[in-house]
């Protein structure tokens, strides 16, 4: 059974930065890409960012480019978000998701396992 664990959650001002962590097991993680997503209040959940199982591809939405960096370590089965120069519209849910492939992929539809979340709060 995979299981994905989310930490590094909490609540920054606005221009502060967060490192989000995603814990994988019950899965060979170095065959899979994995992606970030979020949703926040009243809103669909959104993909944020994606990574080839070898961490070599990366892509990431438009509102987050320049600002966010996902990375993985294969050895710790780990993915990691580096959000920076946050703003008050990052404020959401933050998931981490794995795809049944290794290529990246920003489609949702392409996801079937899901961490539980963690909240990021960014204050004004």
């Known amino acids: 059974q995979v299981q994905l664990v989310e930490s590094g959650g909490g609540t920054v001002q606005a221009g502060g930065s967060l490192r989000l962590s995603c814990a994988a097991s019950g899965l060979t993680f170095y065959n899979y890409a994995m992606g970030w997503f979020r949703q926040a209040p009243g809103k669909e959940r959104e993909v944020v960012a994606a990574?080839?199982?070898?961490?070599?591809?990366?892509n990431y939405a438009d509102s987050v480019k320049g600002r966010f960096t996902i990375s993985r370590d294969n050895d710790k089965n780990s993915v990691y978000l580096q959000m920076n120069s946050l703003k008050s519209e990052d404020t959401a849910v933050y998931y981490c998701?794995?795809?049944?492939?290794?290529?990246?992929?920003?489609?949702?539809?392409?996801?079937?396992?899901w961490g539980q979340g963690t909240q990021v709060t960014v204050s004004s």
């Open positions: 998701a794995a795809p049944g492939t290794s290529i990246v992929t920003m489609k949702p539809a392409e996801y079937n396992s």
């Open positions: 990574i080839s199982s070898s961490g070599r591809s990366t």
